[in-house]
């Protein structure tokens, strides 16, 4: 059974870090493209940062330099370390799987994805 459980959020001062976790149940974390997502009140799930099988990650433009993703075999789980954090960052993050389309190649359009966890909450003060 699929199972994705995300942990890690918090409230934060703008500047502050998080570390997200998301346990993967079911499949191994590097079998399929994986990423983060996050939706912000009012708005739509936006992508922020993938995963695929060979390790290879792609960021949205908002968080490059800022958010790393990253897997730990021994635990098959993945992260999202989220530095110098601004008041815009405050979403419900998600961690998704695409366990259809390619390994290789990962989008951020959250349609590519079927497989989601019930999310964190990350809050950001000013």
């Known amino acids: 059974q699929v199972q994705l459980v995300e942990s890690g959020g918090g409230s934060v001062q703008s500047g502050g870090s998080l570390r997200l976790s998301c346990v993967v149940s079911?499949?191994?974390?590097?079998?399929?493209?994986m990423g983060w997502f996050r939706q912000a009140p009012g708005k739509e799930r936006e992508g922020v940062a993938t995963m695929n099988s060979g390790g290879r990650t792609i960021y949205a433009d908002s968080v490059k330099g800022r958010f790393t993703i990253f897997r730990a075999y021994s635990v098959n789980t993945l992260y999202l370390q989220i530095n110098r954090l601004k008041p815009e960052d405050t979403a419900i993050y998600y961690c998704?799987?695409?366990?259809?389309?390619?390994?290789?190649?990962?989008?951020?359009?959250?349609?590519?994805?079927?497989?989601w966890g019930q999310g964190t909450q990350v809050t950001v003060s000013s």
């Open positions: 079911g499949f191994t974390v590097s079998r399929y493209c």
């Open positions: 998704a799987a695409d366990a259809v389309g390619s390994p290789s190649w990962c989008s951020l359009q959250d349609h590519d994805y079927e497989y």
